[in-house]
């Protein structure tokens, strides 16, 4: 892949590409929870390998959308913003998941109907994973 120069994304007020943020993290929810259900289709009882393996679909689907809607692309290549953005993403990640195990396993609601961990997990990650990729990961230069 060839690198391409940051876009005039990269300089819309935080505000709005906070809004354009989330905007994506619905799609990336959508993503997220539809992953999780074939999976758990598949491997019922799964919940955590199947969630790691939703999220990395989730977090590549928001990554193009960032990239494409929110911020534009920054300095490298394609493969090297990915990797930025999965690396960097990773505390809002922990996050995510962190909410999601903790309702799986305590509520006996949360564990017949895991999409609603699935969203919980992603509100809480939101904020820091707006912060690390606009200061880290889509910053231009």
Known sequence: ???QPPTERADRPWPL???????VGVVGF??????LQ?????????????RAASYLAAATTTWACNRAFTFGASAGT?????GRFVLFNLSGGAVNYGVYAVLVET???????PVLAVAAGSL???????IVSR??????G
């Open 78 to 82: 394609a493969a090297w913003q990915w």
């Open 124 to 130: 809480a990650g939101l904020g820091v994973n707006f």
């Open 38 to 50: 074939a999976y758990l289709a598949l491997l019922p009882d799964h919940f955590f390998d199947g």
């Open 17 to 23: 590409q906070l809004l354009r943020f989330a905007l």
């Open 1 to 3: 892949m060839t690198s």
């Open 107 to 113: 509520q006996p609601l949360v564990a017949r109907y």
């Open 135 to 140: 200061k880290f990961v889509f910053r231009r």
């Open 30 to 35: 959508v993503v997220d929870a539809g992953c």
